[in-house]
């Protein structure tokens, strides 16, 4: 992490400083996307969205680190316990814990008054993907993704500030982190097949004639199916719609947090395009947003930065009680001595 987002911060303590770089490293590495949309946050910011992701992203990866068999759910339980354990004693200030992403994340939650609760719901959902490899309906799926996804955008909301009462904007702050998720679930099918999971929902599958076993011989056999398609294409519709369920929030963010999630929302967004645009063709590759695509939204969220930072300076002035002038000397008056 710069220097100039920890001093911006207020982060001097030289282990916490190191924390936080940790968590801007896995940040840069593995969330592209999200990471790019933060650099448009204001710098004192930013430190606290690393570690926020950062946390998440050293959970998910336990949970990812090895494949389906028994004595690898074991192992991640276990590391997952352990993390689990990090977690609490950092949040309870309890002093001796060493691993970086919980110091961070400590941090950041006494420094923005964030709701512990969230942080226990995204470790509950961690150990869910332990044992869960499918949901039977969309509702049990939302229901994980309330750990998963919805408390993310719980846990950032009082980073990025609101101009509305928190809680009219925390429905739509979830959502948001439900549709991103949504989006990573449709990107990974093929992936996440290989892991052992499905995250499309059954019903939805057999709607169309699909179900779990003909995702696997489409993945195996590298064969579109027209059953599947169908699933992939509904799968992507009700995502949309959950984008529509957060538009509302981005303008009740705070104005310079504005530039930021709206970045995220269309890049994100974009990802679905480049699915459709790929021919649905999850199961056996990974669709990509257009380097010239990410380098545009870049561009006008940074556009929409200055603007929202003008606009912010502008009422900082015009708030500003103005000195009066000092008024015309008396000339009969006498001058007083220190003056002289």
Same mark, same amino acid.
């Given at each position: 992490?710069?220097?100039?987002?920890?001093?911006?911060?207020?982060?001097?303590?030289?282990? *916490?400083?190191?924390?936080?770089?940790?968590?801007?490293?896995?940040?840069?590495?593995?969330?592209?996307?999200?990471?790019?949309?933060?650099?448009?946050?204001?710098?004192?910011?930013?430190?606290?969205?690393?570690?926020?992701?950062?946390?998440?992203?050293?959970?998910?990866?336990?949970?990812?680190?090895?494949?389906?068999?028994?004595?690898?759910?074991?192992?991640?339980?276990?590391?997952?316990?352990?993390?689990?354990?990090?977690?609490?004693?950092?949040?309870?200030?309890? !002093?001796?814990?060493?691993?970086?992403?919980?110091?961070?994340?400590?941090?950041?939650?006494?420094?923005?008054?964030?709701?512990?609760?969230?942080?226990?719901?995204?470790?509950?959902?961690?150990?869910? !993907?332990?044992?869960?490899?499918?949901?039977?309906?969309?509702?049990?799926?939302?229901?994980?993704?309330?750990?998963?996804?919805?408390?993310?955008? *719980?846990?950032?909301?009082?980073?990025?500030?609101?101009?509305?009462?928190?809680?009219?904007?925390?429905?739509?702050?979830?959502?948001?982190?439900?549709?991103?998720?949504?989006?990573?679930?449709?990107?990974?099918?093929?992936?996440?097949?290989?892991?052992?999971?499905?995250?499309?929902?059954?019903?939805?599958?057999?709607?169309?004639?699909?179900?779990?076993?003909? *995702?696997?011989?489409?993945?195996?056999?590298?064969?579109?199916?027209?059953?599947?398609?169908?699933?992939?294409?509904?799968?992507?519709?009700?995502?949309?719609?959950?984008?529509?369920?957060?538009?509302?929030?981005?303008?009740?963010?705070?104005?310079?947090?504005?530039?930021?999630?709206?970045?995220?929302?269309?890049?994100?967004?974009?990802?679905?395009?480049?699915?459709?645009?790929?021919?649905?063709?999850?199961?056996?590759?990974?669709?990509?947003?257009?380097?010239?695509?990410?380098?545009?939204?870049?561009?006008?969220?940074?556009?929409?930065?200055?603007?929202?930072?003008?606009?912010?300076?502008?009422?900082?002035?015009?708030?500003?009680?103005?000195?009066?002038?000092?008024?015309?000397?008396?000339?009969?008056?006498?001058?007083?001595?220190?003056?002289?």
């Amino acid at each position: 992490m710069t220097a100039r987002e920890l001093d911006a911060a207020g982060i001097t303590d030289p282990v *916490l400083r190191a924390a936080y770089d940790r968590c801007r490293e896995l940040n840069a590495a593995h969330g592209k996307t999200y990471f790019l949309a933060t650099r448009l946050l204001p710098a004192e910011h930013r430190p606290a969205v690393h570690a926020l992701y950062g946390f998440a992203r050293w959970a998910d990866d336990i949970v990812d680190s090895a494949g389906p068999s028994t004595d690898d759910s074991s192992l991640r339980g276990a590391r997952l316990a352990a993390l689990q354990q990090h977690l609490h004693s950092g949040l309870r200030r309890q !002093d001796g814990d060493d691993e970086p992403v919980v110091l961070a994340l400590a941090d950041t939650a006494r420094r923005y008054a964030i709701d512990h609760r969230h942080f226990h719901d995204f470790m509950t959902a961690m150990r869910s !993907d332990l044992t869960v490899t499918d949901y039977p309906t969309y509702a049990d799926l939302r229901a994980y993704m309330h750990g998963s996804a919805a408390v993310i955008g *719980l846990q950032m909301l009082p980073v990025l500030g609101t101009v509305v009462p928190p809680g009219e904007a925390e429905p739509h702050a979830a959502a948001l982190g439900v549709a991103f998720q949504l989006t990573n679930f449709l990107r990974d099918v093929g992936e996440d097949l290989d892991r052992g999971r499905v995250y499309l929902p059954a019903d939805l599958l057999a709607a169309h004639g699909a179900d779990r076993e003909l *995702l696997r011989r489409c993945r195996d056999t590298g064969r579109q199916d027209r059953r599947a398609l169908a699933a992939l294409r509904e799968f992507e519709a009700l995502t949309r719609r959950v984008y529509e369920e957060a538009r509302p929030g981005l303008a009740m963010l705070a104005p310079v947090s504005r530039p930021c999630i709206r970045t995220a929302y269309v890049l994100y967004g974009s990802i679905l395009d480049a699915v459709a645009r790929d021919g649905y063709a999850v199961l056996h590759r990974r669709a990509v947003v257009p380097r010239r695509r990410r380098a545009a939204v870049a561009a006008d969220g940074l556009v929409r930065l200055a603007a929202a930072r003008l606009r912010h300076r502008g009422r900082s002035a015009a708030v500003r009680v103005p000195v009066p002038p000092t008024p015309p000397a008396d000339p009969t008056r006498p001058v007083p001595k220190e003056v002289v």
